[in-house]
């Protein structure tokens, strides 16, 4: 009868398998767990290096082979956790709003053309839309708009006003 004993609680116990080795207690296991966790990340991610191409491969023949299926996946995940996508994707928005204005302004640098193309698709397909919603908002906002500009005229005047003497 072969007996170990326990490195984390110094308690003797038998194993049930030959690598066992601690005692069957949770905060033992938990211990043994711990201890092994650096270990076994440096192994996985040795191991994922390693099999790099390999894993590539089998991920796209997967992908390829079952795109109605993961599309599903991702649907139902989405529906499912449409709150904690939202906490996350604005607490996301809120930390980096600055790159993410980069981001944009370097988007819209570069692709100048395509964009002024698509607004202007946008807006000859939509024109008497645009139109009625410009009339409407502009009917319901006029008593704002006219304040608005009386103060832009009146702080015109006052800037171009000079002293003379």
């Known amino acids: 009868m ?15 398998r030959r690598k066992q080795l601690s005692c069957a207690r ?6 043994q767990a711990a201890e092994s966790r650096d270990r076994i990340t440096k192994y996985q991610a ?22 109605d299926k993961i599309a599903q996946y991702q649907a139902t995940y989405r529906a499912t956790h449409r709150d904690q996508i939202a906490e996350y994707q ?19 640098a570069a692709n100048r053309k395509k964009l002024a193309g698509r607004t202007a ?6 024109r008497d839309e645009i139109a009625r919603r410009t009339a409407a908002s502009n009917a319901a906002n006029a008593k704002k708009r006219a304040k608005q500009n009386a103060a832009s005229r009146v702080a015109k005047r006052l800037s171009k006003a000079r002293i003379k003497r």
Do not use: E, M, V, W
């Not at 072969?2 to 049930?16: D, E, Q, R, S």
């Not at 204005?101 to 819209?108: E, G, L, S, V």
């Not at 698709?121 to 939509?126: E, G, Q, T």
């Open 2 to 16: 072969i007996t170990k004993t326990c490195p984390h609680c110094g308690i003797a116990f038998k194993p049930t």
């Open 121 to 126: 698709a946008y807006r000859a397909a939509l």
């Open 26 to 31: 949770k905060r033992c296991i938990a211990a």
């Open 46 to 67: 040795a191991h994922r290096a390693a099999k790099q191409d390999t894993i590539a491969k089998s991920s796209a023949a997967y992908r390829a082979a079952n795109p």
């Open 90 to 108: 604005a607490a996301y928005r809120a930390a980096n709003r600055d790159k993410i204005a980069k981001r944009h302004a370097a988007h819209r």
